[in-house]
């Protein structure tokens, strides 16, 4: 009888201490997200100054743009070379079809044929393509920035309707949230 009342005794303390154990908050950005400095924010499909960004995306990179100088955390920058972390905006549509033409001239040399001289002549062209996606807005993040958004991998990543709609940028403000959560996880774990 002492023995179950001492394992039963055993049993209730243990419990209680694991009950009251602090749960260590969640750490959702790596450090080099929250230590980076500057921030070049693109589109999925290009940057701004590219004809083949669709509207709403361009428009979606400007409002992310705006809203990381007015928050000011990080500075913003204008090429991938200078920034320390890329954002990338994808604005949700349905389907896109995109066409145009071009003139120009093609490459000097024509390779693969052998004393052949180079072709000085220009030429026109006609550029066209459809794309289907996911009606959804996109922001992500890459410790990575590189030229070709496809290419990067993301240490963030949400998606939501509507999410760049509004003065407060839905999708912005879940990254500003997890930034702030982040930092104090990282501050809660290296507290002595």
Do not use: C
């Amino acid at each position: 009888m002492r023995r179950l009342l001492l394992l039963a005794l055993v049993a209730s303390v243990a419990l209680t201490s694991f009950a009251q154990k602090k749960k260590e908050p969640k750490r959702e950005l790596p450090d080099q997200v929250l230590a980076a400095q500057f921030i070049y924010v693109t589109g999925w499909h290009g940057d701004l100054y590219d004809p083949r960004v669709p509207t709403e995306e361009r428009t979606a990179v400007m409002h992310v743009q705006e809203a990381v100088r007015t928050w000011g955390r990080y500075r913003l920058v204008f090429r991938p070379d200078d920034a320390d972390i890329m954002m990338v905006v994808k604005a949700g549509h349905i389907g896109m079809v995109r066409g145009g033409v071009s003139i120009g001239s093609p490459p000097d040399v024509v390779l693969g044929r052998p004393n052949s001289r180079p072709d000085t002549s220009t030429g026109t062209g006609v550029g066209y393509g459809a794309d289907a996606g996911n009606p959804g807005d996109y922001l992500m993040v890459s410790m990575f920035p590189a030229f070709d958004p496809v290419d990067a991998s993301y240490v963030w990543k949400r998606s939501s309707s509507n999410g760049f709609a509004g003065r407060k940028i839905p999708l912005f403000e879940e990254f500003k949230k997890a930034v702030d959560e982040s930092e104090k996880a990282k501050a809660a774990t290296t507290k002595p």
